[in-house]
């Protein structure tokens, strides 16, 4: 069975920093694109971050870039999210995502986990 279990989110106030991480089992996803996704109350799904299966390929929302950094170790078969400088917009469910290529679409993913709550406070 695939599953991709993320975990690290939490509440944090403002300014503050997380580290989410996303282990998947089941198979190797070390030649899988990876990706970060989240879902605000009453708002669609939104891309993060994803990377490429080798890592040298990273793409940033423009909402985040320059505060989160996606990373992953193929290894551990396990994806990273680490957030800093967090706003209380950033309050959502965080999903990761594996597919075939790092693109900032949710239909382009074909294992996603079940989320993670981070919650920033002003």
Avoid: H
């Avoid at 423009?62 to 800093?84: C, E, H, P, W």
């Avoid at 949710?106 to 294992?111: A, K, L, P, V």
Wanted: hydrophobic fraction near 35%.
């Amino acid at each position: 069975q695939v599953e991709l279990v993320e975990s690290g989110g939490g509440l944090v106030q403002a300014g503050g920093s997380l580290r989410l991480s996303c282990a998947a089992s089941g198979r190797t996803f070390s030649s899988f694109a990876r990706g970060w996704f989240r879902q605000a109350p009453g708002k669609e799904r939104e891309f993060v971050a994803a990377i490429s299966w080798s890592g040298s390929n990273i793409y940033y929302a423009d909402s985040v870039k320059g505060r989160f950094t996606i990373s992953r170790d193929n290894a551990r078969n396990t994806v990273y999210l680490q957030m800093n400088s967090l706003k209380p917009g950033d309050t959502a469910v965080y999903y990761c995502a594996a597919g075939a290529v790092a693109v900032p679409a949710t239909t382009r993913y074909d294992y996603w986990g079940q989320g993670t709550q981070v919650t920033v406070s002003s």
